[in-house]
């Protein structure tokens, strides 16, 4: 409740005090160019060992893959200090716009990676909020980080069909027991996914478990590979 009357609270600052640089400030952006041009974005990778040289960031074969995705492209780590506060901006302080901003540089980090793969054009999914979170929130900031993708790319947009079915506490409070029931918590009701490569889209990544379910259920509507693209990797 408590949390809630601070977000509230930072939801009307923005409102009355709107244009502020979420990192420096400054009257402009909600993240202004210069802080935006100093977030370092990481090399594409094999998520796993590290290796270089892993187009699309898909685990590479000396791995043995633990989760349901295949592959994982973080734009930068969230102990940058200028990413993590465009990223708290976005998600707790209404600042929509940043989504839109962050999605158009995740959007030319894909562009650029795509270019090794010769397949079809992706599909881009936003990982889904639960309908009650989503009332709390009123807006994904998925959904908005995969608007800017869009943009750049000109990838279709898939929005409808993942479902998140249960209401999830936050990961690191799930102990062992509970990874089982971890995995059921999406399910897949959209269109044949059969032919198409997916991009799944999520903020930021920690323990990877809720993008692995998310992967599983997206799996269950026929796609084989699932690529995980997310603006910050926290370790
Ligand atoms: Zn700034
Ligand atoms: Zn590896």
Excluded at 52 to 79: R, V
């Amino acid at each position: 409740m408590y949390k809630k009357f601070i977000s509230f609270l930072q939801k009307i600052e923005n409102n009355i005090f709107p244009g502020r640089c979420a990192a420096c400030h400054q009257t402009g952006p909600a993240i202004c160019p210069a802080c935006r041009a100093k977030i370092k974005s990481l090399p594409i990778i094999c998520p796993l060992c590290g290796q270089k040289e892993s187009p699309l960031g898909i685990i590479c074969s000396k791995c043995d893959n633990p989760y349901s995705f295949d592959g994982l492209i973080a734009y930068g780590s969230y102990e940058d200090s200028n990413l993590k506060a465009a990223l708290h901006a976005l998600k707790y302080q209404g600042a929509k716009e940043i989504g839109y901003l962050l999605g158009k540089m995740l959007g030319r980090r894909l562009l650029a990676t795509w270019r090794h793969h010769r397949g079809d054009t992706p599909i881009l999914i936003p990982l889904p909020l639960h309908p009650r979170r989503l009332r709390e929130r009123d807006y994904n900031q998925a959904l908005l980080l995969t608007e800017g993708i869009a943009t750049i790319t000109k990838w279709p947009i898939q929005s409808v069909g993942l479902n998140r079915t249960r209401y999830q506490v936050p990961s690191a409070r799930l102990g062992y027991r509970n990874r089982q029931q971890h995995d059921k918590i999406f399910a897949y009701k959209g269109d044949d996914l059969s032919n198409h490569i997916v991009i799944l889209i999520d903020d930021v990544i920690t323990t990877g478990e809720t993008a692995s379910a998310a992967a599983l259920a997206l799996k269950d509507g026929g796609t084989k590979t699932v690529i995980v693209a997310t603006m910050a990797r926290a370790s």
